[in-house]
């Protein structure tokens, strides 16, 4: 089931409502039907609960409603650990079970797959659990509004005031503290367990770890060239180059290119750039058939240009690791008459929140 879509809304408060609760949307919200067939979308519920909604907006397909109350409550529901919950904007799923939160995601990337990227039987392995459910974050970043030192709420008014964040590392949180005793303008500030870190990191470490794995597994025997796009540090380059003659990574923002070059081993090179500008020319000097891309790119997804060069070149094979199923989905469909989509792999790098990250391994088609 997608989100709610922007629409014009009739904003107001119903009377209380009974429905049952049937899927989880994209972004957290639980899915029913009012009694007069609209879709109606309500936070912190659950599949397979009876709830009393009230509707707050309405279109003529679907409303969005507050919970009232949960009459027949599910199993797997969970008493959330953090005071914050349901207020702040952060974790949507705190009341779930965390292997509940796992099919929750595994669902989601296949119906995205299935409905976005027009793949009929979307191969999904289960998601890939965090070790750690809470203080897996190794950053995080607050914001100062007036007296308030936090994250922004859930209604969109303003922040929360957090002492203590429940997903944050033990070390960003004592970061978080000493912030607090300082004196600084309004504005946002992002603390870090890993100081010396440039540009972006990824912010589960352990789960980091297990998808790093499973990229190294995914490319079976190596051999040819490896091409890392938007590479970052070379968090994946780095420790795959020995598994192919060549790498090369590529990345636009400075400070993570000499970073990834200050620890580089002889096959391994950073070009500094636009993926969709510099791919081209890497590509022209290796030899595809036995070539290997990582995508790794921000949310929005990859430029057009960069699929057009994957589909007049094709390569190996094509890992492409995403924070975002909606676009995933889209490129995929956009490789299709090329690749084929042989695996994808939910990995739960932020459990409790709406987020998941999926490596998807695609082949070319035969
Ligand atoms: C999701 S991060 C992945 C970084 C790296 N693979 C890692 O795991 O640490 C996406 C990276 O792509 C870079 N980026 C975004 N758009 C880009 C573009 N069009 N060309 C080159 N790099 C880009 C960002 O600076 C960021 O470092």
Sequence with gaps: MASPPAGTYRRWVTEPETIDITDIAFGGKAVGRLADGRVCF?????????????????????????LDRVSEASPRRVKPPCPYFGKCGGCSYQHAAHDLQLEIKTNQVREVLRRLGGIEAPPVQPAVASPLPYGYRNRITVHRIGGRIGFHRRDGAGLVDIEVCLLASDAVNAGLMELRRERWREGARTLREHNERFGFHQT?????????????????????????????????????AAKFERATGIEWNERSVAQARTRAAANESYIEGDVSERLGEVLAGIDPARATVILDPPSQGVDARVLDLLTANRVARILYVSCNPA??????????????????????MFPQTAEVEVLAELAPVS
């Design 327 to 348: 676009t995933l989905a889209r490129d995929i469909k956009g490789l299709s008459g090329t690749y084929r989509l042989a695996a994808a792999t939910p990995f739960d």
């Design 42 to 66: 309500v936070p912190d519920a659950l599949p397979s609960e009876r709830v009393r909604v009230r509707v707050v907006r309405e279109t003529k397909r679907f409303v969005e409603a507050q």
């Design 204 to 240: 589960n470490d352990a789960v980091a770890a297990l998808l790093l794995d499973a990229v190294e597994n995914a490319c079976g025997d190596g051999g040819g060239s490896l091409i890392d796009a938007y590479c970052g540090d070379g968090f994946f380059a780095n420790r795959l």
